[in-house]
């Protein structure tokens, strides 16, 4: 490097590699479609100080490497075909320092006909999505971390809001009885990347989050925050899943106000727990990462 700079950060790759993969067992046919990111860096920088490419493995044959693993290997989850990908490219090219490949999952679910699942016809359900991040240094374990994005929710009771902080600022009524709307997302981190079922423990984070926020389907489960909701989702990964060491759940506060009636003749004194107004912006931001210290024991 040259006197008076210094790298912060250095790599090169393909973004946005389309893949569709068609698993075909007999006549029942299986699908995944990935958009796949690969991110090299060499243990050089001569081809970004002096323009000479030897070592570089280029974009397009990063591509074509997506493409030819995915024939050679099948695809089986987002997690295990970015995990091939890293020790692919640092086995096969010792120029390399790291590797990281992002994969983001398209939301295909099997179509079911009259009560029953289609051999292989596939609806779009974008509702969520799952996403993963592997990223691997030459000579150390692969940090694995996966996302789960897009999950809007609402429920029309069990959930409140009270006794916060009441000054001059606040103009908030105590709400004993709300809307509770969120369009949730989660992003947790594994602590080994063999012998871990990605797809178990995906579904297993959705049931979760399906569990903490809806509840039994009589009762529900009472929420007395946002912020309590995402600790509970939380802590249950964590009590239930021992390969994953922190999670981190934002569920967005998507507010639904009640519209205040009482200027309109006859509604003066009539309560009003069925109008309201949805509001887009702005919307709560309620956030947090749990880790586990060593004190915890998993239950799996
Ligand atoms: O669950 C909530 N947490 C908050 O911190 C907050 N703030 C707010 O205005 N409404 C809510 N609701």
Known sequence: MEEGFDWVARGYGKDNVKLLYIRREGRVHSIKEYEIKTQLTLNTDKDYLLGDNSDVIATDSQKNTVYILAKRHGVVSPEDFALLLCSHFLLKYPQLT??????????????????????????????????????????????????????????????AFVNFVSDEFRSLPDMKDRVFSTEISAAWQYNKSTGVDFGKIWLLVLKTIKDKFAGPAEMGIFSPSVQNTVYLVQKTVLMEVPEVSQIQVTMPNKHYYPVDLSKFEGMENIENNEVFLPVDKPAGNITGTLGRTNLIKAKL
């Open 98 to 159: 790291k590797a990281q490949v992002n994969v983001e999952e398209y939301p295909w679910q099997r179509e079911v006909m009259d009560g029953r699942a289609h051999n292989h016809a596939f609806k779009f359900s974008p509702e969520y999505h799952h996403t993963c991040s592997v990223s691997q240094e030459r000579d150390h374990e692969p940090l694995v971390s996966t996302g789960l994005q897009g999950l809007r929710l609402l429920k029309t009771t069990q959930s």
